[in-house]
């Protein structure tokens, strides 16, 4: 074993085999995080359904321990969580760094304790992650918050948080959620504007009604809240995930196959399966499932990453991989995070045309020419997702390494796919050390070895 070589979990695709039959999809992260958190607040346990088996879940659930909640699974997809001796305000540091969304935790531990202490989750591989929607939430609701040895330490200044007005100078998913998390038991009535309307979001504010929150207005960008002293426990079950969904969708339209996404809330991608109409996928769909058949495409597209329902940032890496199939011009630019194409590097191992205008943070793809396979290095969830597009589409064997952030936002994705026929496996052993292309002359990216938590 050479020393540059190092032991790894990667994902070995082996590409042109056209991807094709029916799939379900599973819960979604980005509800479920937040829903965990929010179990802090119930006087009673709470049973969730449709928990997703990541990792981003199993941190979440250690921290939740560490609060002094009570956890168990009964069964796949079931948690319930007893926060009855909850004990502390204080969420560990070792645990934070893992996971950006442990900051859901500052609204409910506000809302339990009147104080929370929760590390600042500081910058990851996305971009820079401000907090400062957040904290203009929590002293509009009657917090005082500073920052002091790398923790945002927010103490309500009476006994119990009081209603407020919010107005946010930008749609923010997290802050939103914290803001809600705060004020469902603050006394009085908050009202929340310019809120972000993504159905993570809605579907956090269903789970704080069926708790006995009063909230309404939640899906358009004004949330209502009324603070009721308590919260009960309930039985849920999470919502679809709308990237899992349009991740797999994208894998097979990537190998002009023809996949059913089962379990699914087609509105909640709208304008994702409108662009793939535009490429020329057939796509039908019914309650709860769509269906894209990618036997002719016709051309590319221009995606604009936006807040929903604008096109989703988490599927703008996939999203890009596909368009490196169509034939034309395609453009991507990404408004919500500024340091999003990092993976691009890592495309053009492949043979992918695509150049990256940091000033505008847009990609130029030149889409049509085959791709090959190739090792190539996931440096987050979404990039990894985008790589095995590209390998689901290449000729030969893509080996991506950094599996343990697809494994973040994925229950077992190798599994989904082999049921569509791709040929996909994890693998444990020795890889080689990928080494970076040099930057194009239009890129500049932050070091790939810069990681941190990312969406
Ligand atoms: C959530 C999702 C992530 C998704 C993102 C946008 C989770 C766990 N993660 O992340 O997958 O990509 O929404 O849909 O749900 N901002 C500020 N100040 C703040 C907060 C945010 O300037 O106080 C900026 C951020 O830097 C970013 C933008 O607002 O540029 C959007 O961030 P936000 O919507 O808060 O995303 P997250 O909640 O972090």
Redesign the pocket.
Known sequence: MNVLDRLETTLRVRGGHRLSGSVETHGA??AA??IMAAALLAKSPVTLHRIPNITDVSVMRQLLEALGARLRSEGPGTLTIDPSNLSSYRAPYTLVRKL??SF?LVGPLLGVFGRAEVPLPGGCV??????????HAFRALGAEVSNAHGYLIATAVARRLRGGEVAFR??????T?NALLAAVVADGTTTLRNV?M?P?VVDLANFLVAMGARVRGHGGDTIVVEGVPELHGVEYEIIADRIVSGTLLLSGCATRGDVTVERCVPEHLALTLAKLSECGVKVTSGTDWIRAEAERITGGTDILTA??PGF???LQPPMLSFLCTCPGISTVEET???ARFSYVNELARMGADVRVAIENNTALIKGGAPLSGAPVEAPDIRAGAALVVAGLAAQGETEIIGLEYVDRGYERLEEMLSALGGQVQRSSGISPVVEPLGTFETTAYPSLAARGPS?
């Open positions: 992260k980005n995080l937040p950006a969304a859901d996305l971009g820079t992650r401000a907090t400062d929607l957040h904290e930008q749609p923010s998913v997290g802050a959620k972000a993504e993570e807040p929903h989703p940032t988490d919500i995070f500024n969406a």
